[in-house]
């Protein structure tokens, strides 16, 4: 089963965006599952105020776990969010929510890191 459907799974148990993501990436992080689902709690609904998607959160955060060199993780950060931009017109939460599913934000921000870890490999 494709990483992003795992994830999408997990949103169905009722943890947020951003745990999701950073949870099924655990796969190719090494992230303990206790620990990834304390570290994106307050990243959900946009950091809990509406801005930024947390599934966007989420797999910056993974990227960052799947790079060592700053200025590379600078780089996946702002790919990743031009990623989400470009495939949904924008990346805060309340603007997402009323357009597009979070179960639809989460697949794609768990594909994107997946994709991201296996051309890494």
């Not at 494709?2 to 099924?24: D, I, R, T």
């Not at 993780?73 to 939460?93: H, K, S, T, W, Y």
């Not at 768990?110 to 991201?116: L, P, Q, S, T």
Request: with cysteine; charged share 25%; net charge negative.
């Amino acid at each position: 089963m494709a990483l992003s459907e795992e994830a999408v799974k997990l949103h169905a148990q009722g943890f947020n965006c951003a745990q999701c993501v950073l949870l099924m990436s655990g796969k190719y992080t090494g992230l303990e599952e206790d620990t990834a689902k304390k570290i994106a709690a307050g990243f959900g609904g946009g950091l809990r105020s509406g801005e930024i998607c947390g599934a966007i959160s989420g797999a910056v955060m993974a990227l960052g776990l799947l790079e060592e060199d700053k200025k590379s993780i600078a780089v996946l950060a702002r790919n990743c969010v031009d990623a989400f931009r470009e495939q949904f017109g924008c990346v805060r939460c309340a603007e997402l929510k009323p357009a597009v599913s979070c179960d639809e934000l989460i697949s794609f921000g768990a594909a994107h890191v997946e994709n991201y870890a296996k051309n890494k490999e």
